[in-house]
Structures are given as structure tokens and as C-alpha cells.
């Protein structure tokens, strides 16, 4: 390979692996910021992209597919909003069920429709050039050339910074995810924020869950395989911004990229240690830099009122 | 509206508080009722179920004789019912500007953060309660905080305005423009509850008063009633106010700081003082004007940047909160929720956090428990705080009785030296008297105190000797009874 095709299929690559972590980061930003800790990314990736599945082979297109991508996602997120905002479950074990259960259910639900039948064929989602721009050398082939669902990703991280920390509705966000007693007590609909900044992480894990499956267009078993927990470490790392987000996914993706590149130029490295960059990183950059990085104080702490 | 009538509210906390028992109330446009009562009488339970923020379990709400269903604050916004809360109810990583507005944003989705803090500084200029629209609230001191918070009560414009004690922390003058505004909003027609615990405001700002006692409404009063008889009505016996009985024999020197500077906003600069046994000496000023910044230099928990701390005559080398406690100095922190006690911990924990080890209660990392309890019975019996058992968590106690639990603990402890910083600060007339007592009794005994306090009252009251402290310098001192001149050196005027 060549030098310039070696950092074309390099950014490419970051690019591709950092799609469904700015997702799954994305909506754990909304969840969090609202005071719902959201440890459900993985299992609400994983319906994502089972759903993208079912829902393409149904209807043979891909906005089959991402409707009902987006439409299951959601209906777990729902779940998770019911046991933390109504049952004031304790979040980390919400969180928990909830991937477990996604586990479970899309490996029963994938064999009891598919099990014999065998794999249908699903519509996928080529690689979009955006006109004159993919034609720069090197990094125009690389940066836009790529998956509809990236374009959206990170065009949706200045989109949802924008308006977590400049519109009325972000405030009230912020607001309750501080403190969620004085928020009540001017006012606001504590609960039905929190429902629905949950609702919102659900929309963009059910993105993020469809990216992953259009990169291979077949489903497996747990194919997420941990993506929704590095997203959760960008969540923090990132301090809890979009932009963060953003920062994160690009580093993380950029280390895996970074071992495949190793690995194809024939270079033997220790692939688990490059799989635990993400979570080296973010414990160094929680412990590193006390003060840095500070979760919404009422994070992970259901609301009663009394 | 012409009034507001609360009938037969009950509420009970888990396990068996009753704050509210059948009270009645009924809160009438165009005048200023106060409401007083000993801490833990029920004050602000009744006003927040009024405001929406707790739910009765019994009781009728009537607006002009309609039935009120508040069953959120919202609705009692709705209803132009507004509090300012004793416990801020401020988010504190959003700025001024973003809590006063909260929720009464305007049109628009998008914030216009520039016009809105610019209308908020305006507003809080008109009201002369001036606030910095585009600080972080967590950046402020708390008096700063308590005049947001009544700037957005004021902001939001309410028919009914409830302020549960907004005078506790603003300094004079901010109290006579906050009852300008009070006496403005009853002649406009609106009608407004006020909550203290200083009487002599109560008598100046109400037209009548009304009085808790455990949850039930026990008198009446009209706002000239002698304040030594609201007093015996709010604790159900007459109170006496302790005083400082004249000589004790002034000991050796027990506390020096020579050209103290610390960091702070405002930190100390060049601070010197002495301390006797044997003494109460107060330190007066307007609240943020270096206050804080003492306490934790005396406590040894803020460095100092230049300049010697001395206790019992020898010059500390290693200035840590552990060397210093083990030399005999305490403190009774002015942040009691933060610096004071572990509010979900039991109230025998809180009594002995410090002194386990000491006492012999601790082995081998194993805890005595059941003596440990005893001792801690015998504190709370000694120093009259009233709680279910030393089994209960302290953050369920009353403010009067937390405050209790982290003076029996410190004083246990036998220090030489007391530096008390706000000891009274938000208690009943009842608690402070016995506070009181207990920093005279120290006294008494050849005990040294510091007494930082922002209540002129009770510094002329306690202390043997005054400093003044202004912009983090003592700029004078003065006898007790130099009222005038310790004013004006508050006020950062040359005596
Ligand atoms: N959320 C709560 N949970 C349990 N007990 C509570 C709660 N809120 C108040 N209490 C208890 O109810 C009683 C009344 O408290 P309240 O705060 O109304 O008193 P207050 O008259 O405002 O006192 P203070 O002068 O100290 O402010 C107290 O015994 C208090 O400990
Ligand atoms: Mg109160």
C-alpha cells in the first residue's frame, strides 16, 4: 500500500468506527445531562441494529429498516424511562436489564424468525460522495465518502450541542439533570423532561444500531460488541458535551483504525490491549485531571418528590 | 385575589413527624404576615405545601373561597404563588441569569442569554438587590445566593409572596431595601408571608403575626407585642437571654495570627490578633468580607501565604486541621451542612466522627458501638438535643438541633480555643440562647473563643473584646459597647 493510501483508508476507517460511538455517545450526553444515567447504549445499539435487520428484510428498503430501527431502539428506551424516572429503579441495575435483555430478546426473536429460513438478503447503505468535495486528494476519498448515517452523526453533534447549551428547551434539560427539586420548583415537568431526553437517546442508538448493521448487512449475535460501553466512556471523557462526544469517537475510532492498519500491514500487535485504549484512556482522564471531567450532579439519581 | 386560606393541613414525615397538625391560616391581599415559631415548628413545611412543593396528606387550600388542587409547583405558579426558599432552590452550575429566568424564559426557543442577563441585572438593580446576571451560582458567596434567589421570587411576580427567612444572610442595608419592596408589593395589593427568626424585623416589616408551635397554630398577635412574649409563645416557657457574666480572669495568650494572609475572595491580608483565655472575642463584619477566609485559616484547612498562626503560645511550623485539633482548637463551622455534619449519618456517629479513637471507642478498627451509643445518650442529654434516638440520621434533624450536635461535639472534646463562625446563624431564639450559653460556659471555664459573626447583636452581646473585619483586613477594634463605631467600621467608614 501506498503512504497516501494508507492515511486515505486510515481516516476512512476512524471515520466508519466512530459513527455508531458519536450515536451511542450523543444519546447518553441527552440522557445524562437530563439525570438518567444511561448504561443501556449497548442493549439499545444492539435492538438498533437488529431492528434496521428486520425491518429492511420486511420491507426490502432502507428507511424500512432505519424506521423501525429508530421506532425499537426507542421502545427500549421507553423501558429504561419507565424503571428509572416512574419506578425510581436504581439506574445502573436499569441499565443493566435492559442490555441483558436486548441480548437475549434479538438472539430469540432472530432465530425464531430467521432460524430456518436462513438470512434474508437487507438492503444496505453504500458510501454517499458528496460532489466536488470527495475529489480533494487523499482525505477527500476518505472524509466524504461515506455512509448517509455517518453524515448525519456528526452533523448532528453541533446540531445537539446546540441545542443542549443555547435553547430553552437544553436548559431545562441542564436544569433538571443538576438539580431536579429546584427545577420542579420552578416549574418545570421533571418527569416529562427525563422521559423524554431518554426517548431521545433511544432515537439516536436506533441511528447508531443501523450504522452498525448496514456495515455488514447480516446480524449476529451480539454484534455490537461493546460499542455501547466505549460510547458510555465517551460520554464521560467527553465531559458530558457533544463535542466531547466527538473528540472522543474520533480517538477511540482512531486507535482501532490504527490496530487494523497494523494488523493488514502484517505488523503482529496485542489486539485486547488496543480493545481497552478506550477505558485506559477515560480512567486517565477521570483520575488524571481531577476536576476536568464532572458529571450533571443529579446523574443516576432517581427524583421523589414528597 | 382578596386572600388565601389554608384550612387543616396535616403532614406527617416517615417515621412519625408530625410538622403540620390541623393548621389553619388564612393569608389576606394587601398585608405582611410573619410567621415565626422555635426550628422544627412546621414554618417551612406549611409554606411549601402552600407553594406546591409538598403535597398534604389532609387539608384544603381555598383561593377567595375557590378550592386550589396544587399538585406541583407549577400549579401554584399558575396560581401567582411564589416562595422564596429557605433552602436555595438554585441549580448551582447555571448561571444568575439562567435561575432567575428558569422556566419564564419568553418567546422563543432560542436563549438570548446576552438580553436576558441584561434584563435580569436591570430588574435586580430596580429591586436594589444587585446580583451579577452572568456569574455560576456555585461561584457565590451565599449572601450573594440568598438575593438571587429573592430576585427570581420577585422576578416571576407573584400574588402571594412567601419569603422563608430571606433576612438571614443579607446584611443590614440589604434588608431594608428587601422590606421597601415588601411594603411596595402589600400596598400594590399582593400579600406577603414572612418567615425569621430575628423578631425585631417582625415587629418592624408585619401587620400581624402568627405562631407555630409543633405543627399547630398556638396565637395571634398584633406586630407591637413585647418580643420577650413572642418569644415565650414560641418556645411555650419564657426564654432567658444569657449574658456575659463579668469578670473572669483574663489567662495567657491562647491564639495569635501575626500578618496572616491567605487566598480567598477576599482572602486575609495581613491579619493580626490575639486571643486570651478566658475571653470571647468577636470578629464583626458584613458577610464576605474575609470571613470565611479566617475560619478555615484558624481551622487550618486554607493555607497561609504569609504570616504565622500560634496556639497556647508556640508558633505552628505544620499548619494541618489535624495538628490543630490535636492542640486544643475547634470549630463550629459557619457551612454546618457541608463542614459540619455527615447528614445521612446517625446522630451518636455525628457526635463522635472525631473523637472515637480518643475515647477508646474504636479497637483494632472495630467500633465499641454500644458504649459509643452511651456516650453519645449522655451528650444528648447534656447539651438538650432533641431527637427520636442517637440511631436517627442528623440531615432529619431541625436546623436548631443539627447545630446542637456539632457544638456538644466539639465542646466534648475539651478544646482551649472555640472558634464559633455563624453559630446562630438560621436558629430560634430558643437554640441560640442555649448556643449562647454554651460559648459563655467556655468562657467561663478559662476557654478562649473566636466568634465570627455577621449579627452585630450578638456580638456586642457575647464578646469581651471586638475586631472588625473589612475587605479582609481588620481595620479597627472596639469595646462591646462601641455599637456605633463597630458599625461604621463595617461599613468600611475610618472611625
Ligand atoms: N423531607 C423531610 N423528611 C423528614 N422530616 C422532615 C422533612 N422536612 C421537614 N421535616 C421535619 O418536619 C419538622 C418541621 O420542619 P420545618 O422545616 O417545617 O420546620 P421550620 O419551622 O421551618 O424550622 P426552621 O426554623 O429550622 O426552618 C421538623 O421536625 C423536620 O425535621
Ligand atoms: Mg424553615
Not at chain 1, 8 to 21: F, K, M, R, V, Y
Not at chain 1, 189 to 195: L, P, S
Not at chain 2, 116 to 140: C, I, M, T, Y
Request: overall charge neutral; aromatic content about 6%; some cysteine.
Amino acid at each position: 500500500m501506498s503512504a497516501e493510501a494508507v492515511v486515505t483508508s486510515g481516516i476512512a476507517t476512524t471515520l466508519e468506527l466512530s459513527t455508531p460511538i458519536v450515536f451511542g455517545g450523543l444519546g447518553g450526553v441527552l440522557s445524562e445531562r437530563s439525570g438518567v444515567l444511561n448504561i443501556a447504549l449497548e442493549g439499545m445499539l444492539l435492538i438498533g441494529a437488529f431492528g434496521y435487520f428486520a425491518g429492511a428484510a420486511a420491507t426490502g428498503s432502507v428507511f424500512g429498516g432505519l424506521a423501525v430501527a429508530v421506532a425499537s431502539a426507542t421502545a427500549s428506551a421507553l423501558l429504561l424511562a419507565w424503571l428509572a424516572v416512574h419506578a425510581g429503579a436504581d439506574q445502573v441495575i436499569a441499565g443493566m436489564a435492559v442490555n441483558l435483555l436486548a441480548s437475549g430478546l434479538t438472539d430469540f426473536l432472530y432465530q425464531a424468525i430467521y432460524g430456518f429460513a436462513g438470512t434474508p438478503p437487507v438492503p444496505g447503505m453504500g458510501a454517499v460522495g458528496i460532489p466536488l468535495l470527495d475529489r480533494i486528494p487523499v482525505v477527500g476519498a476518505s472524509l466524504f465518502e461515506q455512509s448517509l448515517l455517518t453524515y448525519v452523526a456528526f452533523l448532528a453533534v453541533p446540531a445537539v450541542s446546540f441545542w443542549l447549551f443555547r435553547t430553552r428547551a437544553g436548559l431545562h434539560v441542564l436544569a433538571v439533570g443538576e438539580r431536579p427539586e429546584a427545577a420542579d420548583a420552578a416549574g418545570l415537568g421533571v418527569f416529562k423532561i427525563r422521559y423524554l431526553a431518554v426517548l431521545a437517546s433511544g432515537v439516536a442508538c436506533g441511528l447508531g444500531g443501523a450504522f452498525i448493521l448496514t456495515q455488514v448487512n447480516s446480524f449476529s449475535s451480539d454484534m455490537t460488541a461493546g460499542v455501547g460501553y466505549i460510547a458510555l466512556a465517551a460520554v464521560i471523557f467527553g465531559n458530558w458535551r457533544p463535542r466531547g462526544v466527538l473528540v472522543a469517537a474520533l480517538l477511540f475510532g482512531a486507535f482501532e483504525a490504527l490496530q487494523s492498519i497494523l494488523q493488514s500491514l502484517g505488523l503482529s500487535v496485542p489486539y485486547d490491549l488496543f480493545l481497552a485504549v478506550p477505558y485506559l484512556v477515560t480512567i486517565v482522564a477521570v483520575s488524571g485531571f481531577v476536576g476536568r471531567v464532572r458529571a450533571p450532579q443529579a446523574d443516576g439519581i432517581p427524583y421523589v418528590r414528597n | 385575589m382578596r386572600e388565601l386560606q389554608l384550612i387543616d393541613i396535616d403532614k406527617r414525615f416517615p417515621p412519625n413527624v408530625q410538622a403540620c397538625a390541623g393548621v389553619s391560616l388564612t393569608i389576606r391581599a394587601g398585608e405582611v404576615l410573619a410567621l415565626l415559631g422555635e426550628n422544627g415548628a412546621g414554618k417551612t413545611t406549611l409554606m411549601r405545601i402552600a407553594s406546591g412543593v409538598t403535597r398534604p396528606d389532609r387539608g384544603l387550600i381555598l383561593r377567595d373561597g375557590e378550592p386550589l388542587t396544587l399538585g406541583s409547583p407549577r400549579d401554584a405558579i399558575g396560581h401567582g404563588i411564589g416562595m422564596v426558599h429557605q433552602h436555595f432552590m438554585l441549580i448551582p452550575r447555571l448561571s444568575v441569569a439562567e435561575n432567575v429566568v428558569l422556566g419564564f424564559e419568553g418567546e422563543g426557543r432560542v436563549l438570548d442569554r446576552v438580553r436576558l442577563s441584561r434584563e435580569v441585572e436591570h430588574f435586580s438593580e430596580k429591586v436594589g438587590l444587585r446580583v451579577d446576571a452572568r456569574r455560576r451560582v456555585d461561584e457565590l458567596a451565599v449572601g450573594e445566593q440568598q438575593r438571587v434567589e429573592i430576585v427570581r421570587a420577585l422576578y416571576r411576580g407573584a400574588e402571594v409572596l412567601i419569603l422563608d427567612e430571606p433576612t438571614a444572610v443579607l446584611t443590614p442595608t440589604e434588608t431594608d431595601g428587601l422590606f421597601r419592596v415588601v411594603r411596595e408589593m402589600a400596598a400594590a395589593g399582593k400579600a406577603v408571608v414572612f418567615i425569621s427568626h430575628k423578631l425585631h424585623e417582625v415587629s418592624q416589616i408585619a401587620d400581624r403575626v402568627v405562631i407555630l408551635r409543633n405543627g399547630e397554630v398556638v396565637a395571634e398577635r398584633p406586630p407591637t407585642t413585647p418580643l420577650g412574649e413572642l418569644a415565650a409563645l414560641m418556645v411555650g416557657r419564657p426564654v432567658e437571654v444569657p449574658s456575659r457574666s463579668e469578670a473572669v480572669a483574663r489567662g495567657q495568650v491562647a491564639l495569635e495570627l501575626s500578618g496572616a494572609s491567605s487566598s480567598g475572595a477576599p482572602g486575609l491580608s495581613e491579619v493580626s490578633m490575639v486571643v486570651g483565655e478566658g475571653e470571647i472575642v468577636g470578629i464583626a463584619g458584613v458577610d464576605g468580607n474575609g470571613q470565611v477566609a479566617l475560619e478555615e485559616v484558624l481551622a487550618g484547612v486554607r493555607p497561609l501565604s504569609s504570616g504565622t498562626l500560634a496556639l497556647g503560645g508556640s508558633r505552628l511550623e505544620r499548619v494541618s486541621p489535624e495538628a490543630i485539633r490535636r492542640l486544643g482548637l475547634v470549630r463550629i463551622p459557619s457551612e454546618r451542612h457541608r463542614d459540619g455534619v455527615v447528614a445521612p449519618a446517625s446522630v451518636w456517629e455525628n457526635l463522635l466522627l472525631f473523637d472515637l479513637h480518643r475515647l477508646g471507642f474504636a479497637r483494632h478498627g472495630a467500633l465499641r458501638v454500644r458504649a459509643a451509643r452511651r456516650r453519645a445518650e449522655q451528650l444528648v442529654a447534656q447539651y438538650g438535643i432533641r431527637c427520636g434516638s442517637v440511631d436517627q440520621s442528623v440531615g432529619e434533624l431541625s436546623g436548631g438541633n443539627q447545630q446542637k450536635v456539632v457544638i456538644a461535639r466539639e465542646l466534648a472534646a475539651e478544646p482551649s480555643v472555640v472558634v464559633a463562625a455563624q453559630p446562630t446563624r438560621g436558629l430560634d431564639v430558643g437554640a441560640t440562647a442555649g448556643v449562647h450559653e454554651s460559648l459563655l460556659d467556655h468562657r467561663a471555664r478559662g476557654g478562649a473563643v473566636v466568634l465570627i459573626s455577621a449579627d452585630l447583636d450578638e456580638i456586642c452581646q457575647l464578646s469581651d473584646r471586638v475586631y472588625v473585619l473589612y475587605e479582609g483586613r481588620v481595620t479597627g477594634t472596639a469595646g462591646p459597647d462601641e455599637r456605633e463605631r463597630i458599625g461604621r467600621l463595617m461599613a468600611g467608614v475610618a472611625a
